[in-house]
C-alpha cells in the first residue's frame, strides 16, 4: 500500500532553514508527481510546491525564492529545503501524491518558525 513519511520538521527562528523529507513507498515513485502541502491552525490546506515527474517544479507564490523541492529517484524521497522562513511559515507540512485515482496523505510533520 502507499505510504509516506515525512520527517525533519521542528522550531526554528525567523531567518532559519530547515530540510523537510518525504519517504514513500508503495508505488512507482518516479513515474508520479509529488507535492508539499501545509495547514495552518485555522486555515485550509494550501499547496506549496509539486515536481513532476521529470523534474518540473511550480511554488505557491509566498514561497517562491525561498523553498526549493526536489526528488532522489534512487531513494523515493522528496525534499522540502526551507530557507529563510517566515513566522507565517508555521503550520503542518504534508506531503501527497495522487495515485490511481486517489490522494494519499503522509501524516505531517510540524515546523514553528518564531519570531
Known amino acids: 500500500q502507499v505510504q509516506l513519511v515525512e520527517s525533519g520538521g521542528g522550531l526554528v527562528q525567523a531567518g532559519g532553514s530547515l530540510r523537510l523529507s518525504c519517504a514513500a513507498s508503495?508505488?512507482?515513485?518516479?513515474?508520479?508527481?509529488m507535492n508539499w502541502y501545509r495547514q495552518a491552525p485555522g486555515k485550509e490546506r494550501e499547496l506549496v510546491a509539486a515536481?513532476?515527474?521529470?523534474?518540473?517544479?511550480n511554488y505557491a507564490d509566498s514561497v517562491k525564492g525561498r523553498f526549493t523541492i526536489s526528488r532522489d529517484n534512487a531513494k523515493n524521497t522528496v525534499y522540502l529545503q526551507m530557507n529563510s522562513l517566515k513566522p507565517e511559515d508555521t503550520a503542518v507540512y504534508y506531503c501527497?501524491?495522487?495515485?490511481?485515482?486517489?490522494?494519499?496523505w503522509g501524516h505531517g510533520t510540524q515546523v514553528t518558525v518564531s519570531s
Open positions: 508503495g508505488f512507482t515513485f518516479s513515474s508520479y508527481a
Open positions: 515536481i513532476s515527474r521529470v523534474g518540473g517544479t
Open positions: 501527497n501524491v495522487k495515485y490511481s485515482f486517489q490522494q494519499y
